[in-house]
C-alpha cells in the first residue's frame, strides 16, 4: 500500500498540527489519542513513513525497530501501566488494514489502560 504523506499523523510529525507528547526519541513519538476510549490512551508511532505494523517490520531498519520498542517501553513506564513498576496491565493493539478497520493510514501501536478494559479496543461501535 502506497503511503499517504497527507495523513493526519505525518501532519503531527511534520508539526502541522499540534499533539499532547508523551515521549519522543529519534525515530519515534507518542502522544495521547485526541478520543481516548479509556483512562489512559497513548500512540506510539514511528517517524518514519510505514503505513502499517505489517509495512514496519518488513521494511523498517534495525535502529528503527530498536527505537520503536524502546519508546513502547518508555510509554507503558510513563504511564505506570508497566506491571514491572506497580501498573495493572493494558492492552495494545495494531489495528492493520480494512479487516483491522485501521482509520489513520500511518502505523500506530494503542497503549490502553489506567482501568478494566473489558473488551475496549477489541470492537468498534
Ligand atoms: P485506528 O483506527 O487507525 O487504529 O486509530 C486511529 C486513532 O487516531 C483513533 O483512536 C483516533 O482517535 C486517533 N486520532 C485521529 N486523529 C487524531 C489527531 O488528530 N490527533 C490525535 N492525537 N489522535 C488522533
Redesign the pocket.
Known sequence: MNYDKNN?FAK?LRGD?P??KVFENEYSLA?????P?AKIHV?VIPKGAYTDIDDFYTNASEKEIISFSNAVREVLMLTGVSQNSGGKGFRAIA?TGPDG????PHF?L?ILGGENLGLRGLRKA
Open positions: 493526519i503531527i498540527i499533539c499532547t502522544f495521547k489519542d485526541i478520543s476510549q500512540l489495528n478497520i485501521q482509520e489513520v500506530h494503542h
